[in-house]
């Protein structure tokens, strides 16, 4: 069975810090860009961060610049994003998504993937 699943998601108090993973099963994802998006309760999904198949390349949404941070470990076949300083707008289920033959920002931006996780909940909380 071909499919993603993220981990790391948890309640977290504002300024804090989580790390989000995406594990591939069924597939590898060397040849992949990889998204990561999120949807809060009655807002669109937006993308929040993608990586280039090497993890030369990464396209962050304006709102996490600086905070966020994706990597990829191709031989676990997982990506990270790391998420510092976190802030009560964050709260969103988080999605990771997996594309061929695209650019980062195209597939923040209009998000086409062959694969989405199922995502993992992120609640900043005090």
């Known amino acids: 069975q071909l499919q993603l699943v993220e981990s790391g998601g948890d309640l977290v108090q504002p300024g804090g810090s989580l790390r989000l993973s995406c594990a591939a099963s069924?597939?590898?994802?060397?040849?992949?860009?990889i998204g990561w998006f999120r949807q809060a309760p009655g807002k669109e999904r937006e993308g929040v961060s993608c990586i280039s198949v090497r993890g030369l390349n990464t396209y962050y949404t304006d709102s996490v610049k600086g905070r966020f941070t994706s990597s990829r470990d191709n031989a676990k076949n997982t990506v990270y994003l790391q998420m510092n300083s976190l802030k009560l707008e964050d709260t969103a289920v988080y999605y990771c998504?997996?594309?061929?033959?695209?650019?980062?920002?195209?597939?923040?931006?209009?998000?086409?993937?062959?694969?989405w996780g199922q995502g993992t909940q992120v609640t900043v909380s005090s």
């Open positions: 998504a997996a594309k061929r033959i695209t650019t980062v920002q195209a597939m923040c931006v209009i998000p086409q993937p062959d694969y």
């Open positions: 069924g597939f590898t994802l060397d040849d992949y860009v």
